[in-house]
């Protein structure tokens, strides 16, 4: 199985409308659509899991496709990594003494 990024969307873009780019290139066997926790809109990109010898066809097919109005990113995804829960904080977390 390969997980595949697909970025650029629009916040208009319904998760039907990806599903359905890939599904005639082979079977989509995961589809997640990521939104905004709090709003619910979308956050301009997805996931979608595809059989190892149908993905890397379904990218190549699909790179640079105008969708509602964008060129999409499509690309083998990666694995998400994982960070400690202070890292990645940006400028408020509290500096020691020495880092002042």
């Given at each position: 199985m390969k997980n595949i990024f697909v970025g650029n969307l629009s916040s208009d873009t319904k998760p039907e409308t990806i599903r359905s780019l890939f599904e005639p290139l082979g079977t989509v066997l995961g589809f997640k659509l990521m939104t905004d926790r709090d709003t619910g809109l979308s956050r301009g990109f997805a996931f979608i899991e595809m059989r190892e010898a149908e993905a890397g066809a379904a990218i190549a097919a699909l790179v640079g496709r105008i969708v509602d109005g964008r060129?999409?990113?499509?690309?083998?995804g990666r694995p998400k990594l994982h960070r400690s829960a202070t890292a990645g904080r940006g400028p408020w977390r509290k500096l020691g003494p020495s880092q002042a």
């Amino acid at each position: 199985m390969k997980n595949i990024f697909v970025g650029n969307l629009s916040s208009d873009t319904k998760p039907e409308t990806i599903r359905s780019l890939f599904e005639p290139l082979g079977t989509v066997l995961g589809f997640k659509l990521m939104t905004d926790r709090d709003t619910g809109l979308s956050r301009g990109f997805a996931f979608i899991e595809m059989r190892e010898a149908e993905a890397g066809a379904a990218i190549a097919a699909l790179v640079g496709r105008i969708v509602d109005g964008r060129a999409i990113d499509v690309r083998e995804g990666r694995p998400k990594l994982h960070r400690s829960a202070t890292a990645g904080r940006g400028p408020w977390r509290k500096l020691g003494p020495s880092q002042a």
